[in-house]
């Protein structure tokens, strides 16, 4: 399969799980560092997360995003931002 494009697709969060109040938490007493996690997701190159080939019988061979990918998306040292 080839790249239709070469254009970046920044990552986006669809959806949040807040185990504990974590996003609550991070909101009201720790905002900078919610702006600088949603900058950090912001700044992953959502192409380069699709990488999945789908085994299901009607989504077989479509490419899905890999959790894996998007782990390895973010930078490790989130201290630059």
Known sequence: ???ID???VPLK???YYSHLNGLEFLLVHKPVL???IKSVIKNADATLC???VSKEIRTHG???YSP???NLAYPLD???H
Do not use: Y
């Open 68 to 70: 894996v990918e998007m």
């Open 62 to 64: 479509n490419l899905l």
């Open 34 to 36: 919610w702006k600088q």
């Open 50 to 52: 699709r990488t999945k």
């Open 6 to 8: 070469d254009r970046v």
């Open 13 to 15: 969060i669809a959806t």
């Open 1 to 3: 399969m080839g790249v």
């Open 78 to 80: 989130t201290h630059t």
